[in-house]
């Protein structure tokens, strides 16, 4: 089955310890999207990929990078993470325009535990 | 911004119940989608919904575009219905950003 997959599902990692998530997919959709979701929130959007072109959002802190090599894989890198940095990390994909619309696709998420 | 208010926050239920979600939204949108979080954390799409209704089982959601409201219908309700449901809508675009709304807590008791 088409899928988006994120690993590790759990991530401990230590005050101002720099840390890394990854996401793969199957679905072969150009768009990629990293969210940031606290404690009894909503998730926000961070930054997303068109194709290559990156697309910062305008309150995502510098600490939080993000890399694409490739089609398939995406990769959100924290420098140095702080306490309140903890929370769910979700990666959704699309593909507007293409088959499946407009309709974004979430992995299962990786939660980052802070130190 | 565009404001998306959900209710109602939270909401209790005894297993065989029917409910109603609704998701307000403050300017026009493109697309609208409803999503139930697991208490994994999963997101998992349940609706596409830029207008019109849709049926999915149990689970039917409505878009009243022109009126910038969404309802999201849940049937004789199960104990696995429980966890949060969130509407999202995007504004247009090219990338499709989502705007996720407040969220609604859902408790189905047996």
């Known amino acids: 089955d088409a899928m988006v997959i994120q690993n590790p599902r759990y991530q401990v990692t230590q005050f101002g310890k720099p840390v890394t998530l990854s996401c793969s997919q199957t679905l072969n959709h150009n768009v990629m999207y990293w969210y940031q979701q606290k404690s009894s929130q909503a998730p926000k959007l961070l930054f997303h990929?068109?194709?290559?072109?990156?697309?910062n959002e305008a309150d995502t802190p510098d600490n939080f990078q993000s890399r694409r090599p490739n089609t398939s894989f995406c990769f959100l890198d924290i420098r140095s993470p702080g306490l309140g940095d903890a929370a769910m990390y979700l990666c959704?994909?699309?593909?507007?325009?293409?088959?499946?619309?407009?309709?974004?696709?979430f992995g299962p998420g990786t939660r980052l535990t802070v130190t | 911004g565009i404001q998306v208010e959900q209710s109602p926050p939270d909401l209790i239920l005894q297993e065989g119940a029917n409910s109603t979600l609704r998701c307000n939204f403050s300017d026009s949108v493109n697309n609208l989608q409803w999503f139930h979080q697991n208490p994994w954390g999963q997101l998992i799409n349940l609706f596409y919904?830029?207008?019109g209704t849709k049926q999915n089982g149990r689970l039917s959601a409505t878009t009243v575009a022109t009126e910038r409201y969404s309802l999201l219908y849940i049937s004789s309700s199960q104990t696995t219905d429980s966890g949060v449901y969130f509407c999202?809508?995007?504004?247009?675009?090219?990338?499709?950003?989502?705007?996720f709304g407040t969220g609604t807590l859902l408790a189905v008791q047996p």
């Open positions: 990929y068109y194709d290559k072109d990156f697309n």
């Open positions: 959704a994909t699309s593909s507007p325009g293409g088959e499946g619309g407009y309709e974004q696709y």
């Open positions: 919904i830029p207008s």
């Open positions: 999202a809508v995007d504004l247009g675009g090219a990338t499709n950003k989502l705007i």
